[in-house]
């Protein structure tokens, strides 16, 4: 019963948080539309701001509808509390959101609002990731990471990478049989790369990170298993099994690859405007 209560009031918090917000903005000279996370299908134009009212997830599958001109604020609706945590950790996980990407709560929502409003507060420029398979440009930009891995997470990926700086190579071809390739951005760096032994990058980094992950016996490559794509550089990689799926920011958005197929991973990618916490800001200098 108790997990119950507690599920019922994080779904209470999250509402009473999105209904606080839209008080705050109908008391603002501005116009506004409400848009359920679910619906969202079509490209964000015409606006000057996006409020992502939710926890990280929801500002990432916004950025995916964003480019490089419209910046966004998150608003954690449901940020972790300590006491409640350390109530139930005999019982069941009461972590809430952890809005890493977040500027804002309920408290400070309407001040940093008017900040952003009296152009007291200005966005950070945010490396995101472009995908291309078989040159073909993949039309979302990851904000987070990518994993490409095989569909079945206990069936073995077999591909090879390198690194290209200028159309030459800058590293050798490494043939990986693995559980699969993650690659992220610097604002990725703290999520799953860092859970699978990575390292965290500072915030503004033009920089991506990459891991293969669980490698079988890499032999002489073992220095290539994980590593940075700089800026200025570009991995291609050649996928070598029947099936695969190049996951981007989590699960929800996904792309088959076959046997052949060949993937172009870069920070070439339109960079995304959003307003950060202050703790992040503060890490970049």
């Not at 509390?81 to 804002?104: I, K, Y």
């Not at 950070?124 to 891995?149: E, G, H, K, M």
């Amino acid at each position: 019963m108790q997990i119950l209560n507690y599920l019922d009031s994080r779904r209470k918090v999250h509402l009473d948080t999105i209904k606080f917000c839209q008080t705050v903005l109908q008391k603002k000279p501005v116009e506004w539309k409400a848009i359920v996370r679910n619906d969202l299908s079509q490209p964000i134009n015409d606006v000057d701001l996006v409020v992502a009212i939710g926890g990280d997830g929801t500002l990432l599958q916004a950025s995916h509808f964003m480019d490089d001109t419209i910046p966004v604020l998150g608003v954690n609706s449901d940020p972790t509390r300590t006491d409640e945590v350390e109530q139930f950790s005999n019982e069941f996980d009461a972590t809430r959101s952890t809005g890493h990407l977040c500027a804002a709560t309920r408290e400070n929502f309407e001040q940093v609002l008017n900040g952003i409003l009296e152009g007291q507060n200005i966005p950070s420029v945010l490396t995101r990731i472009s995908i291309s398979v078989n040159t073909n440009q993949l039309p979302i930009y990851a904000l987070n990471d990518i994993l490409v891995a095989h569909p079945c997470p206990a069936a073995i990926s077999r591909f090879s990478f390198r690194i290209r700086k200028d159309d030459q190579p800058f590293s050798p071809l490494v043939n990986c049989r693995s559980s699969g390739l993650r690659v992220s951005t610097a604002a990725g760096s703290t999520a799953a790369m860092r859970s699978a032994g990575g390292f965290p990058m500072p915030i503004l980094s033009q920089d991506l990170q990459y891991m293969v992950r669980e490698p079988v016996l890499p032999g002489p490559f073992s220095n290539f298993m994980h590593g940075l794509i700089k800026h200025d550089q570009m991995m291609d990689t050649t996928w070598s099994c029947k099936k695969g799926v190049i996951y981007i920011d989590g699960y929800h958005v996904s792309y088959t690859i076959q046997d052949g197929d060949t993937i172009q991973i870069s920070s070439e990618a339109p960079v995304l405007k959003v307003f950060l916490p202050n703790q992040l800001l503060r890490s970049a200098l």
